[in-house]
């Protein structure tokens, strides 16, 4: 799929974890491990937030509706809760972008990434 926009291609994204955590908290409570507070969704899209945030439809999100309503329900019944991380914390951008050196050495750490060939 091709998405016009970055904060259509993180909307797109958002819905599709928000499926998987959906799935992961009902079979949590299956296992008899309920979730009575509502799962932490990190992103770094402002634009995104507000999409997930804002009931009102733009004629710029009517291509997007279905991921919207389903993530905007799950933010209602408070299933997920989005939350606004700086883009410093993305995990994901080590993935994505080219990063200077002391912010990929950074992630690294962070992902538990070490470099098995590096001198004692």
Not at 30 to 43: K, S
Not at 51 to 56: E, G, K, M, Q, T
Request: charge should be neutral; include cysteine.
């Amino acid at each position: 799929m091709v998405s016009r926009s970055s904060a259509e291609a993180e909307y797109r994204a958002m819905a599709s974890t928000v499926s998987e955590v959906v799935w992961l908290r009902f079979l949590l409570t299956e296992f008899g491990v309920p979730q009575p507070c509502p799962t932490p969704l990190h992103c770094d899209n402002q634009a995104t937030l507000h999409i997930a945030a804002n009931p009102v439809f733009h004629e710029r999100t009517k291509h997007v509706e279905m991921d919207c309503y389903f993530v905007r329900e799950r933010v209602v019944s408070k299933e997920i809760a989005p939350v606004k991380i700086g883009s410093s914390s993305q995990l994901a951008d080590i993935f994505t972008k080219a990063l200077g050196t002391e912010q990929f050495q950074r992630l690294l750490c962070k992902l538990g990434i070490r470099d098995l060939h590096a001198a004692a």
